[in-house]
């Protein structure tokens, strides 16, 4: 089992594509999390998961066996590795879950939807969102599933 949670950070005013937010995976075996760290670790969430979406699905269609992923003006990051069984997501303290590439898929997108609604469609980063969504949900076929 795996979750996936991108938070946009309050007191910013109106909602706009470079946002500071937060990213969690939470997993069997623990969390990793932006939230809370000193130095701090939160990062521009609607670039952040855009640039998630475009990186992970193309791990997730090709052949390498490890992705790497530092958010956008953030050290936070996840590294998604091919295992024999599936997948390992770990975060700078160690694996928080094994999972299969169509769970983790499909946590992206939902968490994804989820934080998607309030971007304005005239922002900036709105077409690049728009963008990475379309291309990424072909991954999990049955929608949120």
Partial sequence: ????????????????GFDLGDM???????????AGHVPDQGMMIYLSVVQLLDSLGAF????????????????FGL?????????????????????????LA?????????????LPPEDPVASDWKAALAAFRPLVPSGRG
């Fill in 1 to 16: 089992m795996i979750t996936v949670q991108f938070t946009v950070r309050p007191g910013q005013g109106d909602v706009g």
């Fill in 24 to 34: 969690a995976v939470t997993g069997d075996l623990g969390t990793a999390d932006s």
């Fill in 60 to 75: 997730l269609r090709g052949n390498d066996r490890m992705l790497t992923f530092t958010g956008a003006d953030t050290s």
């Fill in 79 to 103: 590294v998604v590795r091919r295992t024999k069984d599936g997948l390992s997501v770990a975060g700078k303290d160690g694996v928080v879950a094994r999972t299969t590439a169509r769970e």
């Fill in 106 to 118: 499909s946590a992206v997108l939902c968490a994804a939807e989820d934080l998607g609604p309030a």
